[in-house]
T-cell receptor, first 114, second 115 residues
Framework: AQSVTQLDSQVPVFEEAPVELRCNYS??????LFWYVQYPNQGLQLLLK??????LVKGINGFEAEFNKSQTSFHLRKPSVHISDTAEYFCAVRGKNYGQNFVFGPGTRLSVLP | DGGITQSPKYLFRKEGQNVTLSCEQNLNHDAMYWYRQDPGQGLRLIYY???????QKGDIAEGYSVSREKKESFPLTVTSAQKNPTAFYLC??????????????FGPGTRLTVL
């Protein structure tokens, strides 16, 4: 079984400042890792995913994430945020074994202030 | 445009009534999923289906039912047995259930409110 922790439920940041959204997971098997974004009253949209290879993954909208196996973390970063980045961000994992379903974290609400 | 549609966007229900949420996809995906989203709890899996005429319970299936008669459609019925049905419901699909690196694509959601 897997679990996902997003320690920060809310992150306020000023426009053009950098931001890091933290994600830690636990799993007894190897996992694939994902970050999704949800704008108000909408579905989720994939930002990026880590499958294998380079631990630094680049996604859409200027976001990137780094997989750290020893710390079981997959933190999301952006060097300069915009007002339009205001949304909820979900980290998710999925075990590589057959039939494993997605496990989502509780989400982090990013508020970008002018 | 390929995608997932959910209807209605907002739904109001009286206590004791069953209600069905629609989910349709034209992505030619085999696997479909239903999630419930509550504030601060992330997404919880209700049911999923790998193929037509087959579906499995997720983590919180009690009080819900589904059918998968067509590849494109995966409707969710919220029954009167569901004690706290007010929530945001999300439908998703993926190419196949396995391999598990395939991401899920989400619909816009239905907000259900029980009056």
């Amino acid at each position: 079984a897997q679990s996902v922790t997003q320690l920060d439920s809310q992150v306020p940041v000023f426009e053009e400042a950098p931001v890091e959204l933290r994600c830690n997971y636990s799993s007894s098997v190897s996992v694939y890792l994902f970050w999704y974004v949800q704008y108000p009253n909408q579905g989720l949209q994939l930002l990026l995913k880590y499958l294998s290879g380079s631990t630094l993954v680049k996604g859409i909208n200027g976001f990137e994430a780094e997989f750290n196996k020893s710390q079981t973390s997959f933190h999301l970063r952006k060097p300069s945020v915009h007002i339009s980045d205001t949304a909820e961000y979900f980290c998710a994992v999925r075990g590589k074994n057959y039939g494993q379903n997605f496990v989502f974290g509780p989400g982090t609400r990013l508020s970008v202030l002018p | 445009d390929g995608g997932i549609t959910q209807s209605p966007k907002y739904l109001f229900r009286k206590e004791g009534q069953n209600v069905t949420l629609s989910c349709e996809q034209n992505l030619n995906h085999d696997a479909m999923y239903w999630y419930r989203q509550d504030p601060g709890q992330g997404l919880r899996l209700i049911y999923y289906s790998q193929i037509v005429n087959d579906f499995q319970k997720g983590d919180i299936a009690e009080g819900y039912s589904v059918s998968r008669e067509k590849k494109e459609s995966f409707p969710l019925t919220v029954t009167s047995a569901q004690k706290n049905p007010t929530a945001f419901y999300l439908c998703a699909s993926s190419i196949v259930l396995v391999p598990s690196y395939n991401e899920q694509f989400f619909g816009p959601g239905t907000r259900l409110t029980v009056l």
